[in-house]
């Protein structure tokens, strides 16, 4: 039995004729996965930083849960920013009245959620305190990693021992517009843990981390974003103060 092969020349010719992709389609096809990938990169990032925000603002809220029952079971006054060692007393600003604001309100917060300074000076730290930005990396949290990069509002939370007087939340001529706490500066680990000093409001304290906005939680409870021109209006930083 015979087999006959029939190739015909015109088969043949368009083989030979086949090319692979030219220069310029290649240089096509690499830019547009170029863009793809940056777009969908943007699309990550932006979903990463409104979880960030959406973690801000409900460590905020839970400082305000803390802070309340703080001031219910305190005779209706904020703690301290920090306490001072009384004249005699050994010991050091952690022995008394919790030694500073984050942890005077440690006891309303859940267990694994506290400030403990002992973690803090043996390491790791875990970053799952509400005073430690989501924003931050792990590393570069306030106080050496300690997480502390939250601030509270400094004219609210005066400093000292007793019998120094402490602000009553009764007082606040506008809860809705006085500052309680917020994004505090962080630089490279370096943070603060208040917004101005003890018994006064330092509005250049405050952190814009979040895309150039700055989450803040006001005294009525309510947590809102505001941009560095905001503090332009001297009305505006009057009532942020708290004044």
Same mark, same amino acid.
């Given at each position: 039995m015979n087999f006959r092969i029939h190739i015909s020349t015109r088969s %043949?010719?368009?083989?030979? /004729?086949?090319k692979g992709f030219t220069l310029i389609e290649l240089l096509t096809v690499l830019a547009v996965v170029a863009i793809l990938s940056?777009?969908?990169?943007? =699309?990550?990032? =932006?979903?990463?930083?409104?979880?960030?925000? %959406?973690? #801000? %603002?409900?460590n905020l809220r839970e400082i305000h849960s803390a802070l309340s029952l703080y001031v219910v079971n305190n005779h209706g006054e904020y703690p301290r920013a920090r306490t001072y060692v009384p004249e005699g007393a050994s010991g050091s600003a952690w022995d008394f009245e919790g030694g500073f604001w984050f942890n005077a309100i440690g006891p309303y917060l859940?267990? =694994?959620?506290r400030f403990d300074q002992e973690l803090v000076s043996t390491g790791p730290w875990p970053q799952n305190i509400p005073f430690a930005s989501p924003s931050i990396d792990e590393d570069k949290h306030g106080w050496g990693g300690a997480g502390i990069d939250i601030g509270?509002?400094?004219?609210?939370?005066?400093a000292g021992s007793p019998p120094t007087s402490r602000v009553r #939340?009764?007082?606040? %001529?506008?809860?809705?517009r006085a500052l309680l706490a917020g994004d505090a500066e962080?630089? /490279? =680990?370096?943070?603060?843990w208040q917004i101005g000093v003890p018994g006064s409001f330092v509005e250049s304290s405050i952190a814009f981390r979040h895309g150039g906005k700055a989450n803040l939680l006001f005294v009525d409870g309510h947590v809102d974003q505001i941009v560095a021109e905001d503090l332009e209006d001297d009305e505006f930083v009057k009532q942020l103060a708290g004044k």
């Open positions: %043949v010719q368009s083989c030979r /004729n086949s940056s777009v969908l990169l943007v =699309g990550i990032s =932006g979903v990463r930083e409104r979880a960030n925000v %959406v973690r #801000s %603002v409900a859940e267990e =694994g959620r509270y509002n400094g004219y609210l939370f005066p #939340s009764i007082n606040i %001529v506008n809860p809705s962080n630089a /490279n =680990g370096v943070g603060t």
